[in-house]
């Protein structure tokens, strides 16, 4: 069964970045599509990016182009998303999610437990 | 880009009744649709997934049916701890993926 579990919660400075990691256990990383989706509070989901498999590329919302950059270290089987020149507005809870299996790529099971992102002068 | 608009924003029921709540997309998606359920302080749960295919182990009061644009979701009977949130993502352009803005379903 494949389980995600993310990094913990952050405090930044308007125009600072983060790094928000999430470790896969139970499949490799290569196996799954992997995805960000963020949540602010009172809000609803808010799709970031994620991986196709078939071409072996990265998509990113046009919101976030230029300011997001999901990678991953498939040595250790952990995924990074990191945004850049955080705002106020980027104050949210990011989750990974990933699909594969017989979901795949209609729905994302499972998902981390979110890391809380709060962006505060 | 797919826009996905749910109604009704809420909903307000008791345990016991039959609720649905409607998913329509912008533009025909076929079947590429799932519903989530979330509750406060949680991660979304899969609950459906291609508009009516039941994840494993979910509850069979839930179902969904639906193609092209418009979707339900439908609870059968409410229990106490269906009250949450729920949301509809189509997949259709995957990998680029859209949610609605999501149902909020409270105790009468």
């Known amino acids: 069964q494949v389980q995600l579990v993310q990094s913990g919660a952050e405090v930044k400075k308007p125009g600072a970045s983060v790094k928000v990691s999430c470790k896969v256990s139970?499949?490799?990383?290569?196996?799954?599509?992997m995805h960000w989706v963020r949540q602010a509070p009172g809000k609803g989901l808010e799709w970031m990016g994620g991986?196709?498999?078939?071409?072996?590329?990265?998509i990113y919302a046009q919101k976030f182009q230029g300011r997001v950059t999901m990678t991953e270290d498939t040595s250790t089987d952990t995924a990074y998303m990191e945004l850049s020149s955080l705002r106020s507005e980027d104050t949210a809870v990011y989750y990974c999610a990933t699909t594969w299996g017989p979901v795949f790529p209609y729905g994302f099971d499972p998902w981390g437990q979110g890391t809380l992102v709060t962006v505060s002068s | 880009d797919i826009q996905m608009t749910q109604s009704p924003s809420s909903v307000s029921a008791s345990v016991g009744d039959r609720v649905t709540i409607t998913c329509r997309a912008s533009q025909g998606i076929s079947s590429w649709l799932a519903w989530y359920q979330q509750k406060p302080g949680k991660a979304p749960k899969l609950l459906i997934y291609a508009a009516s295919s039941l994840q494993s182990g979910v509850p069979s009061r839930f179902s969904g049916s639906g193609s092209g644009t418009d979707f339900t979701l439908t609870i059968s009977s409410l229990q106490p701890e269906d009250f949450a949130t729920y949301y509809c993502?189509?997949?259709?352009?995957?990998?680029?993926?859209?949610f609605g803005q999501g149902t909020r379903l409270e105790i009468k």
């Open positions: 993502q189509q997949a259709n352009s995957f990998p680029q993926i859209t």
């Open positions: 139970g499949y490799t990383l290569t196996e799954l599509s």
């Open positions: 991986f196709d498999p078939e071409d072996g590329e990265t």
